[in-house]
C-alpha cells in the first residue's frame, strides 16, 4: 500500500487532522502498519495506525473515527523510527518512488519493552541488563540466544556477534540485543527485538538489511556524573 507524502487526511466525521509525511514499516513484511501525520488540526505530529484507514485516494485518506477520538493517537516521536533504507531515496538497490511517504521501522528506545509494530508507546520505562544466556522468548517459536551468537542481515550477512542482552524487568522478556565485531563494521549497535526473524543459539536472523543496521547511530553506554 503505498501513500502519496502531503495527503490530506480526514476524521469520519469530515476534519483535516494533518497531512502524511511517513510511513512505518513492519520490518518482517514490509508492509505499512501506521501512517505518520503532520500537524495540521493536531497540535503535534501523531501516529496512526493502517486500521484506522477506511478509505484512501489520490488527494484524501479517510480515517475510521471521529475527531474526538483522535485525540488518544500517540504523539510521533522522530527518534523512535529509522529510515527503512536512506539510500533508496537517493536510489540504492531501488529508488524509492519521489513524492510517497518515506517508510520508517519502529526503532524503540532502550528501556521501553516493544511487542508488536504500530505506533503504541505505552511501555514499561525501564529494564534490566542481562549477559551470558537469556532463557526467555524472543519471537514465538525461538529458542535461547547467547552471548557470542552470530548475528546474520537479510541478506544472510554477518554484520555482528551478540554482546550483551537486554530484558524488562517486568517481565524478563528480551527487548533488546547489542551487538558487536561484525565482519563489516566494528560499532557497536543496539537491535530491538521486533527486528528478530529467527534466532538460536548460535545465530539470530534479522529482518533487515545490512544497510540498515550500519546506519543505525553507535551505541554507546552513557556514564553517570
Known sequence: MEFKQ?????SSDG???????????DPSTDEVTDLVVRKGWFSEDKVIPIGMVETTAEDRVTLDKAE??????????ETYYVPADENERQGGDYAYPQGYAFPMYSYPPLGMAWWGYGGGMGYPA????????????IPTGTVAVKEGARVLSLEGDHIGNVEE???DATTNR??????????????RKLIPTNWIKL????????TVKTKVVHNLPDYKVEKSV
Open 199 to 206: 534466532a538460536g543459539e548460535d545465530d539470530v536472523i534479522l
Open 174 to 187: 528480551v527487548t533488546h540485543l547489542i551487538i558487536s565485531q561484525g565482519l563489516l563494521f566494528k560499532e
Open 165 to 167: 542482552v537486554f530484558t
Open 68 to 77: 474526538h477520538d483522535l485525540f488518544k493517537l500517540s504523539k510521533y516521536e
Open 6 to 10: 502531503g495527503t490530506h487526511v480526514y
Open 126 to 137: 525501564f529494564a534490566e541488563q542481562y549477559s551470558k544466556r537469556v532463557q526467555e522468548n
Open 15 to 25: 476534519k483535516n487532522v494533518g497531512s502524511i509525511d511517513r510511513v512505518v514499516l
